[in-house]
């Protein structure tokens, strides 16, 4: 089929960039989850550490190792999502339709060439909408295992996963043939398994004082209607632009068509795509009047979105919008892609989210590096969990990495020993007071500021600091090292 030999040259070209293309600061913070295996983590479930480690012992702590399993994952995620489309929609050739829109937004296609939290997240919530799919298809009640085992996993990615489970339910509460499977024990035995799935961050949580479930379940915070409406206007706009704006329109329309096949006909097939888009937008919204909604966090409410909008939208109008759409999408893409490889624009930190978060950085591990022999230093430290994360993937073999943040106590990792002076590195954006370390020395002069630069263009800059390890300094860790 040309859209499968489409989404294989473009499987290879996010392999491509995945490897040409530096790792972020929560990247390398997620591969230090994958040297310190767990059942949990202060910020999130462990799948992504499980993902990376998966992908370094195939392609080695590289780039491309710790971000593999991110293309491959969204393409095999791709074939099952078109095929979920052709269950629930038999005969309307939706599916090619449903995963070009999905691959043509820059969640998808930014984030499947990086490895964060939401990679594995969105492939088994992918993967539960096929079982599903399968199970409206077949009326096999041994679906509901195999539904429970990818609810599982997903929550095992990430806590947002639980709408999945509430859009699954509110389906079969609505629709009188669906009901019918609550009675059934496939049902619950899925469940069971969901259940299994997750138990390791459970089990992790209830040993750590709950601490990963209190902290994305405090989320949640009141501001005034102007600062609601900035949310608000923040998370529309935001996702019109990561969703990219013609599909952010076919799957906002497609999701309203849903809602009305099932009041108007009581589409079953449609109804189920409503529940798993429309919900979920309803709270991101709410949210949104209380705090701000990142932009990735609704990312999970497209693939249902693209069936909706490949399927439902079937007039000539909307029909015609497909191609330029997915059109716009791949130029999109494309344009990050080029600019994080190669930036042939030069463009200003506020203007250009690539050069924050990627650029300079082997310009600027070489001048730490150097930094820390001239002076003989012992360790480098960093506040930043991101950047000394960087620095132990990065920096060349044999300079320790310190880590300070009160989140690596919820590591098993070695804290540094005692009466050791090191380079402490600190952003400029944390303000001129001085670092939470007793005695720590600022070094004066131009010796004292590193720049992180691409093409001249600042990044970000850096305070230097002596410090030495020993009674009073602030939690922190010993990184690992690649091949450590």
């Not at 082997?362 to 930094?371: E, G, S, Y």
């Not at 360790?379 to 950047?387: C, D, I």
């Not at 001249?456 to 305070?463: P, Q, S």
Request: hydrophobic content about 55%; charged content about 15%.
């Amino acid at each position: 089929m040309p859209w499968l030999a489409a989404l294989a040259a473009l499987t290879a070209l996010r392999l491509a960039v995945a490897g040409l293309t530096p790792l972020a600061p929560d990247e390398a913070y997620y591969w230090v989850w994958s040297r310190d295996l767990q059942g949990g983590y202060l910020d999130h479930p462990p799948m992504v550490a499980l993902f990376i480690r998966a992908g370094t012992m195939i392609a080695g702590e590289t780039a491309l190792g710790v971000r593999l399993l991110g293309p491959l994952s969204l393409a095999l995620g791709s074939v099952l999502l078109a095929r979920a489309a052709e269950d629930l929609f038999p005969g309307r050739k939706a599916g090619p339709w449903a995963a070009g829109l999905l691959n043509a937004t820059l969640l998808a296609g930014v984030g499947g060439v990086t490895m964060t939290p939401d990679t594995p997240l969105l492939f088994f919530w992918t993967c539960a909408l096929w079982a599903v799919a399968r199970l409206h298809r077949t009326q096999d009640g041994l679906w509901w295992l195999a539904i429970g085992l990818f609810a599982g996993l997903g929550l095992a990615s990430k806590y947002t996963m639980v709408l999945f489970g509430t859009g699954l339910l509110l389906w079969m509460l609505l629709d009188g043939r669906a009901r019918g499977w609550l009675l059934r024990w496939q049902v619950w035995t899925g469940g069971a398994i969901a259940a299994l799935a997750f138990a390791p961050v459970v089990l992790w949580n209830a040993t750590h004082d709950w601490a990963s479930f209190a902290k994305q379940g405090g989320r949640t915070a009141s501001g005034g209607m102007g600062q609601s409406l900035r949310y608000l206007g923040e998370l529309v706009g935001g996702q019109a632009a990561l969703a990219t704006p013609l599909v952010f329109l076919l799957c906002a329309a497609g999701a309203g068509a849903a809602a009305w096949a099932w009041w108007r006909r009581r589409d079953s097939a449609a109804l189920l795509l409503a529940t798993l888009v429309l919900p979920g937008a309803a709270l991101f919204v709410w949210q949104s009047l209380g705090s701000r909604v990142q932009g990735n966090w609704p990312a999970v409410l497209y693939p249902a979105a693209a069936i909706a909008a490949a399927a439902l939208l079937d007039s000539v109008r909307w029909r015609r919008l497909r191609v330029p759409a997915v059109a716009l999408g791949g130029v999109m893409c494309g344009v990050v892609y080029l600019q994080a490889v190669a930036a042939p624009v030069a463009l200003r930190r506020g203007q250009d989210p690539t050069l924050a978060r990627l650029g300079g950085w082997d310009d600027f591990t070489a001048a730490v590096a150097a930094r820390a022999r001239q002076d003989g230093a012992g360790f480098v430290a960093a506040e930043e969990y991101g950047l000394a994360s960087v620095l132990a993937f990065r920096l060349p073999p044999g300079i320790v990495v310190v880590a300070m943040d009160p989140r690596w106590a919820f590591f098993s990792l070695p804290v540094p020993q005692p009466g050791v002076t090191g380079l402490l590195l600190r952003s400029e954006r944390r303000g001129e007071w001085p670092p939470n370390w007793p005695g720590a020395e600022a070094i004066a002069g131009p010796d004292g500021r590193l720049l992180r630069s691409r093409r001249g263009i600042e990044a970000e800059a850096y305070r230097l600091y002596r410090v030495t390890t020993g009674a009073g300094q602030p939690p922190a860790a010993v990184l690992p090292r690649p091949g450590s």
